[in-house]
Structures are given as C-alpha cells and as structure tokens.
C-alpha cells in the first residue's frame, strides 16, 4: 500500500520556540493532505488541509497563523508550530489520499509534540 | 457539521469472546467509513474500507457493515485475541475528502 512518513516521530521544545513536522508521501503525489490533532485519550480532530499550490484551508477555531502550512511540493506538506506553548503539546498526524474521495487515506505514523 | 459517536466508549472482554463495537453518523452523504485501529502513542493503522454503496467488508476476523441510510456501521471481532487490545476508530469520508473520526472505543482483552 501507499506510505505516508512524518518526521520528526517526537520531539520536545521550550515554550516560545516554533517546530516544524514534515509530512511525505514516499510513493505517490498528493495534491492534498490533511493535518490531524489528537489530544491524550481523545479522537483525531482535523486541523486544516494542505493543499500543494495554494493556500491551506483551516478548520473552525483553529489558529492559521500560529499552524503554518506549506505544501511546498506534490509530495512534501509541512506544518509549523509557531511560538509553541504546553497547551500545543499533542500528537499531530497527516493523511493524503490516494486518489479522490471514494479511496483510501494513508496516514503518516504521527509526531508527538512536547512543550515545556 | 458531521458527528461521529461510538459506543461503548470502553470495552473489556475475555479472550475468545466475539464483539461488536458501534459507530454512528449524523450525516449520511458519506463517500466511505474506515475503521481504524491505533495503539497507545502510536499511528493508525487502517483495518477496514467500506465505499457508500457497500453494505460490508471482511478480512480475517473482522467484518464491517454499513447502513448508510441509518448512519451506522458496526465493526464485528470473532474470537478475540489478547493482541486485539487497541483503541478502534471508525471515521467517514464528506467532502472534499474529509475524515471525521468517531470517539474511539477502548478495548482490552483478557486472558
């Protein structure tokens, strides 16, 4: 099946700093990925969707100017964690789809994001 | 606005047992629903795609159906495994190719 890598797998930063997690599709193009947020023991919220030429589209109540999205290349969308503070310590997951709607999403294996 | 719930939200049951883990959706116009499985402070993994106009879909000992007029879809076990211990997620496809995940069930399996 298609792969999906994302790195860093974790890291950890002093609150102010920014971070920036890289999403790649290895064996396909993307024109779109998405980003997801996941808090401890809840469910995968969507934060916005990268798409490859434009600008990234958000989700409600999700800051764009502290997420920054570049979807620099088909396969390459990268989110920044601007000024990161603990309340932005998360796991942070992208998906790309295959084709259209009607398939399969291949998500990436996440970033655990630490703040201190 | 989609809603995705699942019931239980947790659920602990001796090994060899079969299991039934609920999803239900708000929305029906829905391309597809996943089911997915994620271990602790781990990624996803995908189990199962059921497309809109499917009914469900089997691998190995897991079977999923879809009642998509209803807005639900069901993820069966057969003889549960120690192994099977996950939290599952199912989430369905809207537009634009976007995932809405339901609230996950925690499963533990004993032995």
């Known amino acids: 099946g298609a792969v999906v890598s994302q790195h860093p797998s974790w890291v950890i930063c002093k609150s102010g700093t920014s971070v920036k997690i890289e999403c790649r599709s290895l064996?396909?193009?993307?024109?779109?990925m998405f980003w997801y947020r996941q808090f401890p023991k809840q469910s995968l919220m969507l934060m916005a969707t990268?798409?490859?030429?434009?600008?990234?589209?958000?989700e409600q109540g999700v800051e764009k100017d502290k997420f920054l999205i570049n979807h620099a290349s088909l396969t390459l969308s990268t989110l920044t964690v601007t000024s990161a503070h603990p309340e932005d310590s998360s796991f942070y997951i992208c998906s790309a789809p295959l084709l259209g709607p009607d398939y399969e999403q291949y998500f990436g294996p996440g970033t655990r994001l630490t703040v201190t | 606005k989609q809603e995705v719930t699942q019931i239980p939200a947790a659920l602990s049951v001796p090994e060899g047992e079969n299991l039934v883990l609920n999803c239900s959706f708000t929305?029906?116009?829905?391309?597809?629903l996943q089911w997915f499985r994620q271990d602790p402070g781990k990624g996803l993994t995908s189990l199962l795609l059921i497309q809109s106009s499917q009914r469900e879909q089997t691998s190995g000992r897991l079977n999923a159906s879809l009642d998509k007029s209803s807005g639900r879809s069901t993820l069966y076990i057969a003889a549960s495994q120690p192994g099977d211990s996950a939290t599952y997620l199912c989430a369905v496809t809207g537009t634009a190719s976007k995932l809405t995940f339901g609230t996950g069930t925690r499963l533990q399996v004993t032995l």
């Open positions: 064996d396909f193009q993307a024109t779109t």
């Open positions: 929305d029906s116009a829905i391309y597809n």
């Open positions: 990268s798409n490859e030429g434009s600008k990234a589209t958000y």
